[in-house]
């Protein structure tokens, strides 16, 4: 059975960092192109960054350009997102997706498996 489970969402005060990780069950990470997406209430679900097969291939929204970095460790089955200097804007419920795809992409409707999400709060 195919499973995202996303952690490392929390509370945290504007400017601090949170890490998130998406870890993936029943499938090889390795041929997969992974997203992250987050919808905050009222909103509709955003593309915030994604990362292919390759490292080098990444996408980051512009409003987390050179704030959030995303990686992933096929060892371990993990894409991560690495957000700094976070704002109470990047509050919402982010959530990681897959789909068997050398590129990645930004659109929710290229992605066939999702996690359930993990919530981030930036407030103080």
């Known amino acids: 059975q195919l499973q995202l489970v996303e952690s490392g969402g929390g509370l945290v005060q504007p400017g601090g960092s949170l890490r998130l990780s998406c870890v993936a069950s029943?499938?090889?990470?390795?041929?997969?192109?992974i997203g992250w997406f987050r919808q905050a209430p009222g909103k509709e679900r955003e593309g915030v960054s994604c990362?292919?097969?390759?490292?080098?291939?990444?996408y980051y929204t512009d409003s987390v350009k050179g704030r959030f970095t995303i990686s992933r460790d096929n060892a371990k089955n993990t894409v991560y997102l690495q957000m700094n200097s976070l704002r109470p804007e990047d509050t919402a419920v982010y959530v990681c997706?897959?789909?068997?795809?050398?590129?990645?992409?930004?659109?929710?409707?290229?992605?066939?498996?999702w996690g359930q999400g993990t919530q981030v709060t930036v407030s103080s």
């Open positions: 997706a897959s789909v068997r795809l050398q590129y990645c992409s930004s659109s929710v409707h290229v992605y066939d498996y």
């Open positions: 029943g499938f090889t990470l390795h041929y997969y192109s």
């Open positions: 990362i292919g097969r390759s490292d080098g291939d990444t």
